[in-house]
């Protein structure tokens, strides 16, 4: 099919009205503090089930969109970031809110989203393929040593580097559990029936993500509204605003697209590399922190390019560069489709409809964000705890039954429900466990069909090129992760 | 900082268990399978305990110089915040048991009938179990419970088959 039939499928089908609602309940999720992404996502997976494969990832990437878009709200009027990717927009869009600027930063953080969003599509729509190409060329040693540095990223990203390495080891037991790849042993130590197929990731995801972020909220008071009600007037920033912002744009939609390429980063990074940058690029720095709207642009603009970043290794690899991403490399597989190379030569229609898709979400996002959004939000977020957090509770069990229609996804997205809470408490990353219950599998079997390959020689997973330069990688990354710790210790 | 180490120590003890139960995977493959299944899960049982043992010497290190900057005193805030927290602790740990229930009852019950049960107590519990506010949380259940219904059979989301609905 050519472009201009896919175009008008996407428009003439409900396919545009799915990702109308993904969108905007993206940015409502987003808006909410404690609601994040990630959860739109995870109770819009079940929902996409009965539909086509087209229409349910577009619905999923545009509610991906949309949460991510939606944290700007929340920053900047209350200071409270939705999303942790926001975090950075509420260094100055809320002391700007206080100055009553709110309205001008938020219209600003909405363009940075656009911009930042469609600069990464672009990179997604030339890089992807490129890199799907080259993927062709991979062997089990070399998808084996990408798993191998996307787990050593995670584990050195995500705080403490020891706890993450315990994390990851234990995320890689527990992925063995059920029929192993190669010879579909039964490996179940414990012996419990429930877990005789091992434990599927997306329930997993669900209790580590949603459920134990539940019980976080509930040790604040429920009993107050989440914010105070506050009022918006104009949000479409001007020509000048945006020549002035020329530069930062452009910057940190480069950082976003980058950062998200590379897996297990995610966009909390993004936004600080980016807003790290437009601090020491601004002729006044010491503004930043009190109120310079190049911090709030920074941040959103970098956010929103994780997004297209993060889906280049998704499509092209299979590899999940985040939470989100990972959420939807199980839509991927929910709906037959297996991410990688061969998904842009099989299915070329479908990843013309998706980048269709994707553009028509951002252009949805900001009209309903300067519209609708900036107006109804006051009054949404002003929804108390104590109605808010039973709704998410109740809506993710039925969504996790509804994945697998199985009665032990609902038992593990409970139990990892409190293993998230926990893990939170005692400073253990959620992101290693997830990364590596989703890949585990998939590493497991690459590296034994290396091994069965070479004969159980280990050179070829250090001597082949690209094999090669993904084990430089993890050693980079090590070093790196080593080297500022030991400094700050000798500080 | 000892509660670190107790985490450390737990998942050596995990490491090991794994480790022995590894025992019970059947090694039965083709000859040219290097790396079995039983051999896979042993070589990351046996990381899982070195590096919590590992992280358990980290951590006792780390205690020691502690102690001797601080002689292990604990500060009033300390205190403070800890009696702060047990009520939300309380909360906490009610509700993970409300949820066991729920998926309990969502098994053999019925996701309505226990979805009822599950919004009323933990919106009452949030409430602090205020007697005005049983009625809000009843209500509040009753309302929600009837959109779910409407909205799970509008967009075909399914429940098992249970004693109730």
């Known amino acids: 099919m050519d472009f201009l039939s896919i175009l008008s499928d996407v428009l003439l089908s409900p396919t545009i009205i799915y990702v109308l609602i993904g969108t905007v309940l993206g940015v409502i999720f987003g808006a909410i503090p404690g609601l994040t992404a990630t959860l739109a996502v995870v109770m819009l997976l079940p929902l996409t089930y009965g539909m086509d494969p087209l229409a349910g990832i577009a619905t999923l990437l545009a509610a991906y969109i949309g949460g991510i878009s939606g944290g700007v709200v929340a920053a900047i009027l209350i200071g409270m970031p939705g999303t942790p990717s926001s975090v950075t927009t509420a260094f100055d869009g809320y002391p700007l809110a206080k100055k009553g600027m709110g309205t001008y930063a938020l219209g600003m953080g909405a363009m940075s989203n656009l911009i930042g969003s469609l600069v990464s599509l672009v990179f997604l729509i030339m890089l992807a393929p490129q890199l799907a190409k080259l993927a062709l060329s991979f062997t089990p040693f070399e998808y084996t040593m990408v798993m191998l540095f996307a787990f050593v990223m995670v584990a050195g990203l995500t705080g403490d580097f020891f706890k993450s390495a315990i994390v990851t080891v234990l995320g890689l037991i527990l992925a063995s559990w059920g029929f192993d790849p190669i010879n579909a042993a039964d490996r179940n130590p414990l012996g419990l029936e429930f877990l005789s197929n091992g434990i599927p990731a997306v329930p997993a995801m669900i209790g580590l993500f949603v459920i134990s972020r539940v019980f976080i909220e509930l040790e604040t008071d429920q009993s107050t509204p989440i914010i105070p009600k506050s009022k918006l007037k104009r949000t479409i920033p001007t020509m000048k605003d945006m020549k002035e912002s020329a530069s930062n744009f452009s910057r940190s939609s480069l950082i976003g697209t980058v950062i998200g390429i590379l897996p297990g980063i995610g966009s909390s990074l993004a936004t600080f590399v980016a807003y790290d940058r437009a601090k020491k690029s601004s002729k006044e720095p010491q503004t930043f922190g009190n109120g310079n709207i190049q911090g709030v642009v920074a941040s959103e603009t970098s956010n929103n390019a994780v997004i297209g970043g993060a889906l280049i290794p998704l499509l092209a690899l299979g590899i999940p560069g985040d939470g989100v991403t990972a959420l939807l490399l199980g839509g991927l597989q929910m709906h037959g489709l297996q991410p990688g190379p061969l998904l842009f030569t099989n299915q070329p229609d479908f990843m013309t409809g998706l980048f269709i898709s994707f553009f028509i979400s951002v252009v949805i996002m900001y009209v309903f964000m300067v519209t609708i959004g900036a107006r109804i939000f006051p009054f949404l977020l002003s929804a108390k705890k104590v109605y808010l957090l039973p709704i998410v509770l109740v809506m993710s069990i039925a969504g996790s039954y509804n994945i697998g229609f199985r009665i032990e996804d609902v038992w593990i997205m409970a139990i990892f429900g409190v293993i998230g809470y926990f893990m939170d408490k005692w400073n253990f990353s959620t992101l290693p466990l997830v990364i590596t219950l989703l890949l585990g599998a998939s590493f497991e079997k690459y590296l034994r069909n290396g091994l069965i390959q070479s004969g159980g020689d280990l050179t070829p997973f250090f001597t082949r090129p690209i094999a090669l330069l993904f084990f430089i990688f993890t050693i980079l990354t090590i070093f790196f992760v080593i080297k500022p710790k030991k400094k700050a210790k000798n500080a | ?165």
């Open chain 2, 1 to 165: 900082m000892k509660r670190n180490m107790a985490i450390q120590a737990a998942l050596l003890i995990c490491g090991i268990v794994f480790l022995i139960t590894s025992a019970n995977i059947s090694t039965l493959g083709f000859n040219g399978d290097v790396l079995n299944q039983k051999d896979y899960v042993v070589i990351l049982s046996w990381l899982l305990i070195v590096f919590s043992a590992g992280g358990i010497s980290k951590e006792w290190l780390l205690q020691r110089k502690v102690e001797q900057l601080e002689k292990g005193q604990s500060t009033d805030e300390e205190i403070t915040q800890q009696i702060i927290s047990k009520k939300s602790r309380m909360k906490i740990f009610v509700s993970m048991i409300l949820l066991f229930v729920f998926v309990l009852g969502f098994t053999y019950i019925g996701y309505y009938v226990t979805s009822l049960l599950f919004v009323f107590l933990l919106t009452w519990l949030m409430f602090d179990w205020a007697k005005k506010k049983w009625i809000v949380s009843l209500l509040f259940s009753l309302g929600l419970n009837g959109i779910l219904y409407i909205l799970f059979n509008l967009i075909n989301v399914y429940f098992p088959n249970t004693l109730l609905f």
